[in-house]
């Protein structure tokens, strides 16, 4: 999600976060982040705490796929 609509949106992740709640960001330009989200939607299926095709899944996917995109300069 883009810095202006996870900021705006009640429902995303930053704004579901508890006070006191650790987060982790990962920044469009880390060439690393594409991979990570993968890792870590696959991980969360494999836990069993997702499946392939819920919906937190795919926008995930579809994140690392823009954003691959973007760092190439497809997009």
């Given at each position: 999600?883009?810095?202006h609509e996870e900021l705006a949106d009640p429902d995303s992740c930053m704004s579901k976060a508890k006070?006191?709640?650790w987060v982790f960001v990962l920044l469009g330009r880390d060439i690393a982040t594409p991979?990570?989200?993968?890792a870590w939607a696959a991980e969360r299926i494999r836990l069993g705490k997702n499946r392939q095709g819920d919906m937190q899944i795919?926008?995930?996917l579809r994140a690392a796929d823009s954003i691959?995109?973007?760092q190439r300069g497809v997009i």
């Open positions: 999600m883009l810095k006070p006191n709640e991979y990570a989200i993968r795919l926008e995930a691959e995109e973007q």
